[in-house]
């Protein structure tokens, strides 16, 4: 996309965006009245951010773009308080979020003889319908089962030859784990692929699932806010997640100012030919980087590297920043534990205090006292490596740490709730 283009795109958006009275008063404040006032990429830049706050501000319809009676449809994503943030689309804006979908699955060599197991929620969250749409527009058969019911899905998915896999990382594991329970084995299944999304994962992750379930998974990205999944996803060449030609990537230090290609930052999106609810420079508040280029697959336009982390996830455990991901990609290097932890941080006196609660495997766990000793320390010494701050990590037994059915809670902070008691 040349230059001119790009403006072009832009001043489309702005134009859209001007409708909300939201957007309308925040682009005022920088002297833009009409999409003809941003006349180049710095005019554009100086364009304030939208967050998830703004949103709330707005509850419900402050930011739509169009009137109620244009939309179809609305979904919304769950605050952890108060009120939810509130999407919309139009008849438009369903039927282009399908195609976006639909070429991203069709990059990750998904086609009409597919049969896809949806197993993300379908509701208010935009991740079973938003898939689901892009299968159906790529042609291939949706199974639209939802999260959950796992003994079901595995039986489904064995007697209906389920090709392809959608759900959170954490579930699939989960779903690999159960396979035992119910009598089954990976060879009993016909799946070959899985589109996983929705939080971010690590690539030891990646090769957990795609050995215990005989598959290649692969990463979505998308957030109901600039909307839903299928903003970025993996291709088969593993050259990192495409973003779709609909959105506007930019990369941004923590000050705000836009970081060059390559460079790692926070997130932020504008949409293209987006009508109901359309973005401008909404932050994700998800950290990666973004390069520009073709890739064999026939993807033109912006790459983005998997998102590690996510700028709320970030704690800061005596003065040092840690991500959940750090701490996953530290213990999944050592051999003997089971792919899931918690993380609980507390405070003691003055002093921040780590503890990662890790399940060993029942190999492991049938060994000498002498040996899991062993184990232990060889986590917290890598731990340390990585992090530069020390933690307790106690062994649990296998099984025993809650498993996830959607997205996996692995972090307790016990410093907040003294903080709200
Ligand atoms: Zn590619």
């Not at 180049?40 to 100086?46: H, Q, T, Y």
């Amino acid at each position: 996309m040349t230059q001119d283009e790009l403006l072009l795109h832009l001043r489309k958006t702005i134009e859209q965006v001007l409708k909300a009275p939201y957007y309308k008063k925040k682009l005022a404040e920088v002297g833009i009245y009409y999409p003809g006032d941003v006349k180049s990429l710095e005019d554009f830049r100086k364009i304030p951010l939208t967050d998830k706050e703004a949103l709330r501000q707005n509850y419900p319809f402050g930011l739509f773009a169009e009137p109620l009676e244009k939309m179809v449809r609305i979904h919304a994503s769950s605050g952890t308080t108060g009120k939810p943030t509130v999407v919309g689309y139009t008849r438009e804006d369903i039927q282009l979020w399908a195609k976006i979908v639909a070429n991203g699955l069709r990059r990750a060599g998904i086609t009409s003889n597919d049969v896809v197991q949806v197993a993300y929620g379908y509701g208010l969250f935009t991740g079973g319908m938003g898939l689901h749409y892009g299968c159906e527009e790529l042609g291939a058969l949706v199974i639209p089962i939802s999260g959950g019911n796992t003994q079901r899905q595995l039986m489904l998915m064995r007697d209906f030859g389920s090709t392809v896999l959608c759900c959170t990382p954490s579930y699939a594991l989960y779903l690999a784990d159960s396979l035992g329970e119910e009598g089954m084995t990976k060879e009993d299944l016909k799946l070959r692929v899985g589109i996983f999304g929705a939080e971010p994962w690590t690539e030891q992750m990646r090769a957990e699932i795609e050995t215990r379930l005989g598959i290649r998974a692969l990463d979505i990205y998308g957030l109901s806010e600039t909307m839903g999944p299928g903003v970025s996803l993996e291709c088969l060449k593993g050259e990192g997640l495409h973003i779709d030609e609909n959105f506007y990537p930019e990369i941004l230090d923590k000050d705000g100012n836009v970081l060059p290609e390559g460079e790692t930052g926070e997130l932020v999106l504008t949409s293209f030919n987006k009508m109901g609810f359309p973005g401008l420079r909404y932050r994700t508040k998800d950290i990666t980087s973004i390069t520009y280029g073709s890739c064999t697959c026939g993807h033109t336009g912006w790459t983005m590297k998997r998102v590690s982390a996510r700028v709320d996830d970030m704690l800061i455990i005596r003065g040092v920043n840690v991500f959940p991901s750090q701490i996953e990609e530290a213990i999944l290097s050592v051999g003997g534990i089971e792919p899931h932890y918690l993380i609980v941080v507390d405070r003691e006196g003055n002093l921040d205090t780590l503890e990662v609660q890790i399940e060993v495997n029942a190999a492991s766990f049938n060994d000498e006292i002498r040996e899991l000793e062993e184990l232990q320390q060889r986590l917290q010494t890598k731990i340390h490596e990585i992090l530069n701050i020390a933690a307790r990590v106690r062994l649990v037994e296998p099984k025993s740490i809650p498993r996830s059915e959607g997205k996996a809670k692995r972090v307790i902070d016990k410093r907040k709730e003294k903080q709200l008691s």
